[in-house]
């Protein structure tokens, strides 16, 4: 057992957590589909994860080493890939329960029971903090059962601190049906209070005390019922990161000390080679980021020769954006060719480009769908794709150049994120709002009433105030059996929601949209929005604004092709 947690330890710890998370994270998504099927949690804590083992992998540290103890350095570093690696609601609170370790441990000498019991404590605000309006039955109850139970071991012992908060948090996630309806009405537990178990569950692991029913032993993660990934490599190396949109760091847009050169290009390549590519990049510059999406993983490539080299075959997978700043622009280049097919390459000369000042503002719009993507960028936003990280939301922010930004997120689960970005962005000097949409639909309305002549301020109290006044529905089908304030629902049910709440239970698609208007104009309105899906069927969206002009004819209807995805119809009443 463990006496103490060095900076090894924690390195074992989140190479460990991030296995166990890839071998729950279906089952971690399931959880969280009440009956809506958009569940991502496990996917967004396996995403949070690996930009935290990517940013240990490369070690990118600016402070020397004298300033910090070398667990807390490594302790930071995992936080920071944490944070600009943060998806969704959960992805966000685990990014601030580790940056909440890191600043209550980094200038602790030694982390034995009582200091990891008094950074739980910590942690445990922090994830509070994280949230607007915490509500119990959560992640926040499991990370607050387990602070709890260390504290009152009154131990210095780190075995017995680490045991008691990883059995807290499991019993502390038994428990939360009865404290959350929503919970109960599906049969399940907090997704993301599943999550933060995995991660204690790693610890204790760590340290040398597993609980004797876990099954989640990180050195075990090439089993037969790990479906998701592969365990690490034991020096701490990520294999095979899955790392869509994942960011080892962040970069300013401006020159970085040193260098005299910054280098993008766009790169297709498998997610290994990515990896290597990563290395040779942070040897040669800094600044580095690499955001993408992994289609497959390094497994599935194919070796189209017969050579036996997947990796120099690949030559149409995975598709990342590479941005490094450097002094010798030829071994970048040269890293990129070696990974896969780089293109689209352009090369800045600090010395010629000087940063330009902010100036003006901006409205960045997180909407997944071509057609939604196009509908805002009409509209004069730049858009970020669905569920994105920090740090894919901290880039689009400082690539519009503007000094003034509003951010809409058009997702719960963005909001959060959003927060984070906002605040990595003040840090650099632009002023950045978040007004909390939560519909596309209350996007365009927001976008609608803005207005450059008006003070920043007074801009986005209008936005906020037009987005709210926007009632927003959505129809999907129903994932799995569960029981809904409208009733019971089967798998392949029609639901529709208002506000997020199921309000009918229908079989047939086009009914159901037909009695949903119906029931939203009932209560009053002028103008419809009709924004159709991906997987809706051809002529939908005609046929509910014919049903509306035929029985709603004061009511204007707009109706536009967004290919979301799960979502066949989105609905705003304004």
Known sequence: MLDTLDAAAVRRWCSGALAALRRHQGEIDALNVYPVPDGDTGTNLVLTLTSAQHALALDLDNSSEGEQTSHGRVLRLMARGALLGARGNSGVIVSQILRALADALTDTAVVRGRALASALTAATDAAYAAVARPVEGTVLTVVAAAARAADRTGSDDLATVVRAAASAARDALAATPGQLPVLARAGVVDAGGRGLCLLLDALAAVVGTPLTDSTDNPDNADSPDNPVGRAADPDGADPDPDGAGSAVDSHSGAGSEGYA?????????????????????????????????????????DDDDGDGDKDADARNGPVWNVHVHVDDIGAAIEAGIAAGRPYQI?????????????????????????????????????????SPSTAELLDAIRRTGAAEVVVLPNDPDTQAVAGLAAREAEAVGVTVAVVPTRSPVQALAALAVRDPRRRFDDDVIAMAEAAGACRYAEVCHAAREALTVAGRCRPGDVLALVEGEVLLIGTDLAGTCRNLLDQLLGGGGELVTLIVGGQAPDGLGDAVAAHVARCWPFVEVHTFVGGQPHYPLLVGIE
């Open 346 to 386: 352009s090369v800045t000369r600090f010395a010629d480009q000087p940063a330009p000042p902010l100036a003006g503002r901006a409205a960045v719009v997180v909407a997944a769908g071509t057609g939604l993507a196009a509908l805002f960028t009409g509209e004069g936003a730049d858009v970020v794709g669905g």
């Open 261 to 301: 050169y910054e280098v993008q290009f766009l790169l297709e390549a498998p997610a290994g080679a990515v990896d290597r590519m990563r290395a040779a990049l942070a040897e040669i510059g800094d600044s580095l980021v690499v955001v993408g999406s992994d289609a497959g993983g390094d497994d599935d490539r």
